[in-house]
């Protein structure tokens, strides 16, 4: 179940969510090889130019780590596909983003710049809460196979279990 806040889709739990979140101390942190890796693994096995491990703060995206190695990218909340992707249990595809009604009017698809395919899957931690997405992105529209959902839920499984593996570390 999702509320609408300040025009961004939020789950019930949202409260809940972030304490889980914060649990996990990855938000704002330090670039990591280990997810830079995974984040170029991720684009080089999907054939994407853009891949990135975010995770979903209350009021923006943060990007921990893109295929270039690079973090610590924000985006407002309610401009990121992945505020959507943390809603839902499955995989988020658009195959064509200009053929949603609903996003055409976002910035990051119009244009000579814009974005045409995105697909997430979500980091989902021991709890339940779904805290981040390990994203796809490209400039061209794209069929999304049952083999790539796959592959994008293997990596965030990955993500998760790096997660788990520094909190019991410290």
Same mark, same amino acid.
């Given at each position: 179940?999702?509320?609408? *806040? ?10 809940? %969510? ?17 997810? #830079? ?19 979903? #703060?209350?009021?923006?995206?943060? *990007?921990?780590? #893109? ?80 083999? #790539? ?10 993500? %998760? ?10």
């Amino acid at each position: 179940m999702e509320n609408n *806040t300040g025009g961004v889709l939020v789950s019930s739990n949202e409260e809940a %969510r972030l304490e889980n979140l914060k649990k996990y101390k990855i938000l704002y942190t330090k670039t990591e090889p280990y997810f #830079d890796q995974l984040a170029a693994i991720t684009a080089t096995m999907m054939n994407t130019p853009i891949a990135m491990i975010n995770f979903v #703060d209350r009021d923006v995206v943060w *990007t921990k780590a #893109d295929q270039h190695g690079q973090t610590g990218k924000e985006m407002e909340r309610g401009m990121s596909l992945c505020s959507l992707a943390i809603l839902n249990e499955s995989v988020t595809v658009f195959e064509d983003l200009i053929k949603n009604p609903v996003l055409v009017s976002n910035p990051m698809f119009v244009g000579e710049s814009g974005l045409r395919f995105y697909a997430a899957a979500a980091i989902t931690t021991n709890e339940g809460f779904r805290v981040g997405s390990v994203c796809i992105v490209d400039k061209n529209p794209r069929v999304f196979s049952e083999e #790539d959902r796959r592959k994008l839920e293997r990596m965030a499984l990955l993500v %998760r279990l790096e997660m788990n593996r520094r909190i019991a570390a410290s």
